[in-house]
């Protein structure tokens, strides 16, 4: 009998052992893995939750969890303490070079991915992919065509600084009679968490309004501390501008929320937001026409929109999920599924050539147009240093936005600003 046991007791092990052996193959082999990602947009939380819900119940082996901080708050910062815990995500976010820099020692390449053959707006340093296009998007300043209609005003006529300030005017006169409550839905507050829509997106028109898309001089020289001040001025008083003829309460408090919602519920002719409103719009049951009018800072005409790869996922090398997050970025790209995701889901145009699916967005749609004409403007904001938007820039429109007939101070402030670049 203690034979018996025995022998039995030693195929018992060996049975354990065995099967341990093949989990831990199977775990070394990337099974039974939790991909983490960290991403900004708040706008597609719930359409990429879904998606990665869907990619894991179809990925044996995998799960992908998502968290999102976006909508103005600090995901610099966020990602800064994650790696002081030492819980850095598989997948993150960076908007640029300023982003890279810092992050560049966790990056892994992307060099030999599926998709990189298909797109031209993969993140790039020194000739290597870094970086995965999150979506083509881009922005002027969006307009409602039936209250402008009502108005008398002609979109296609704001291509200078002297028609904008002649339509803001008009619809001040007519305020009561349109039902809206300003001309203009634009937000710069910092403590709303709202320093972006200023501080990075209008200040792209400085940076590369009226020039060739691939012109970034502007910017480099303010990276050695230099101000084009005749062409800042110039932009300055289409800033003031927006300002004066803006929702005070949205410019000074609102949050994102306000900003959306006081133009999709039809209070304000204009939004100043990009195509990423879309969904949005869209649960928000907006039913007017809606299109983009340029941000024409000067009285030469410019007829351009804005467009741009805004941010790119990266994988994080030093993870022992990286093979599993690089494939969760493949298969989004080349999948049916993730390209529906990208477009139909989250209602972004895709950065992929090879994606045949167009978004139902009338704001990325008027975007796609834009770009089929051509004759746009880059966007170079993510060529800053990291933080200079929001800790630099951002407390300046803030201060410009309280009191807007002070354009001096505004440029002197940027001036300043602008020349301690090299030393960030």
């Given at each position: 009998?203690?034979?018996?046991?025995?022998?039995?007791?030693?195929?018992?092990?060996t049975?354990?052992?065995?099967?341990n052996?093949?989990?831990?193959?199977?775990?070394?082999?990337?099974?039974?893995?939790?991909?983490?990602?960290?991403?900004?947009?708040?706008?597609?939380?719930?359409?990429?939750?879904?998606?990665?819900?869907?990619?894991?119940?179809?990925?044996?082996?995998?799960?992908?969890?998502?968290?999102?901080l976006?909508?103005?708050?600090?995901?610099?910062g966020?990602?800064?303490?994650?790696?002081?815990a030492?819980?850095?995500?598989?997948?993150?976010?960076?908007?640029?070079?300023?982003?890279?820099?810092?992050?560049?020692?966790?990056?892994?390449?992307?060099e030999?991915?599926?998709?990189?053959?298909?797109?031209?707006?993969?993140?790039?340093?020194?000739?290597?992919?870094?970086?995965?296009?999150?979506?083509?998007?881009?922005y002027?300043?969006?307009?409602?065509?039936?209250?402008?209609?009502?108005?008398g005003?002609?979109?296609a006529?704001l291509?200078?600084?002297?028609?904008?300030?002649?339509?803001?005017?008009t619809?001040?006169?007519?305020?009561a009679?349109?039902?809206i409550d300003?001309?203009?839905?634009?937000a710069?507050?910092?403590?709303?968490?709202?320093?972006?829509?200023?501080?990075?997106h209008?200040l792209a028109?400085?940076?590369g309004?009226?020039?060739?898309?691939t012109?970034?001089?502007?910017?480099?020289?303010?990276?050695?501390?230099?101000?084009?001040?005749?062409r800042?001025?110039?932009?300055?008083?289409?800033v003031?501008?927006?300002?004066?003829?803006?929702?005070?309460?949205?410019?000074?408090?609102?949050?994102?929320?306000?900003q959306?919602?006081?133009?999709?519920?039809?209070?304000?002719?204009?939004?100043?937001?990009?195509?990423?409103?879309?969904?949005?719009?869209k649960?928000?049951?907006?039913?007017?026409?809606?299109?983009y009018?340029?941000h024409?800072?000067?009285?030469?005409?410019?007829?351009?929109?804005?467009?741009?790869?805004?941010?790119?996922y990266?994988?994080?090398?030093m993870?022992p999920?990286?093979?599993?997050a690089?494939?969760?970025?493949?298969?989004?790209?080349?999948?049916?599924?993730?390209?529906?995701?990208?477009?139909?889901?989250?209602?972004?145009?895709?950065?992929?050539?090879?994606?045949?699916?167009?978004?139902?967005g009338?704001?990325?749609q008027a975007?796609?147009?834009?770009?089929?004409?051509?004759?746009?403007?880059?966007?170079f904001?993510?060529?800053?240093?990291?933080?200079?938007?929001?800790?630099?820039?951002?407390?300046?429109?803030?201060?410009?936005?309280?009191n807007?007939?002070n354009?001096?101070?505004?440029?002197?402030?940027?001036?300043?600003?602008?020349?301690?670049?090299?030393?960030?």
């Open positions: 009998m203690k034979k018996i046991m025995l022998f039995l007791l030693m195929v018992l092990m049975v354990t052992v065995t099967a052996g093949k989990k831990d193959a199977a775990a070394a082999a990337g099974g039974d893995v939790t991909v983490t990602m960290f991403q900004l947009k708040v706008e597609i939380k719930d359409a990429l939750d879904a998606y990665a819900a869907q990619y894991s119940a179809a990925t044996p082996g995998v799960t992908v969890k998502v968290e999102t976006g909508g103005g708050a600090d995901f610099g966020a990602l800064k303490a994650k790696a002081q030492d819980d850095m995500p598989d997948i993150f976010q960076i908007e640029g070079l300023g982003g890279y820099n810092v992050w560049k020692d966790y990056i892994a390449s992307l030999g991915e599926s998709w990189l053959k298909d797109t031209d707006l993969a993140f790039m340093v020194d000739g290597k992919a870094y970086g995965f296009p999150v979506a083509i998007e881009g002027g300043l969006a307009y409602n065509a039936d209250i402008l209609a009502k108005a005003i002609d979109p006529s291509t200078t600084r002297d028609a904008y300030e002649k339509a803001f005017k619809l001040d006169a007519k305020k009679e349109l039902g300003a001309p203009v839905a634009m710069a507050s910092v403590a709303g968490g709202m320093w972006w829509v200023a501080a990075q209008n028109a400085y940076w309004g009226g020039l060739a898309f012109d970034t001089h502007v910017i480099e020289d303010a990276l050695k501390g230099k101000m084009d001040e005749p800042f001025r110039e932009y300055a008083k289409y003031q501008l927006l300002f004066k003829y803006a929702d005070q309460n949205i410019l000074l408090n609102g949050s994102y929320d306000d959306v919602g006081s133009f999709a519920q039809g209070r304000t002719a204009f939004l100043h937001q990009g195509n990423w409103v879309d969904p949005n719009m649960q928000l049951g907006v039913a007017f026409k809606m299109g009018a340029p024409a800072f000067t009285n030469t005409p410019q007829k351009g929109l804005y467009l741009f790869a805004p941010s790119w990266v994988v994080n090398g993870s999920r990286a093979e599993q690089k494939a969760f970025l493949a298969a989004m790209a080349t999948t049916p599924e993730g390209q529906d995701y990208i477009v139909n889901k989250a209602g972004m145009i895709p950065a992929f050539k090879s994606v045949t699916l167009k978004p139902s009338q704001l990325s975007l796609m147009a834009a770009n089929a004409r051509g004759g746009n403007y880059g966007v904001f993510g060529m800053l240093p990291d933080g200079a938007g929001q800790n630099v820039f951002g407390p300046i429109y803030d201060l410009f936005a309280q807007p007939d354009i001096d101070q505004f440029v002197a402030d940027m001036k300043d600003a602008i020349a301690g670049l090299p030393n960030m």
